[in-house]
């Protein structure tokens, strides 16, 4: 099944890369399957998928917190490439030059829209105070 779920996941992550491009409190959005990623020309010579992994940036560690606390589809997780989507708050463990809202998720199998809606949904939940 792995033809099958490597499509899947890099179809979704390139969905939720462009959604979260659309979010005004979601910044840094990095995926080789955008135009704006520094690395897309080459991974589009070079791939026939871009992947299940993205990274995004929200505001604070609060916002971040927040995000995979409220998100009810992405679970929190620091092992990747299941089918289920999962993030981390990479900061967390220290060690890492990355700002304390950076997030890298792990898109899974499920339904695209599904996964979107509750991104969208956790997003517009977050307190004012951490966007």
């Not at 390139?14 to 080789?32: D, K, M, N, S, W």
Request: proline share 5%; aromatic share 6%.
């Amino acid at each position: 099944t792995l033809p099958l779920r490597l499509e899947r996941s890099s179809r979704n992550a390139q969905r939720i890369a462009e959604f979260l491009t659309t979010r005004p409190e979601v910044h840094g959005v990095l995926y080789p399957g955008l135009p704006t990623h520094p690395g897309h020309a080459i991974a589009a010579r070079q791939m026939q998928y871009f992947g299940a992994v993205l990274s995004f940036e929200l505001a604070s560690r609060a916002a971040a917190e927040a995000f995979l606390a409220k998100a009810k589809l992405v679970t929190e997780a620091t092992s990747f490439g299941g089918t289920c989507t999962c993030a981390e708050r990479r900061a967390r463990w220290g060690g890492d030059a990355v700002p304390e809202g950076f997030i890298r998720l792990s898109a899974g199998i499920e339904d695209a829209d599904d996964l979107i809606e509750d991104i969208a949904q956790t997003l517009d939940s977050l307190p004012a105070a951490v966007k």
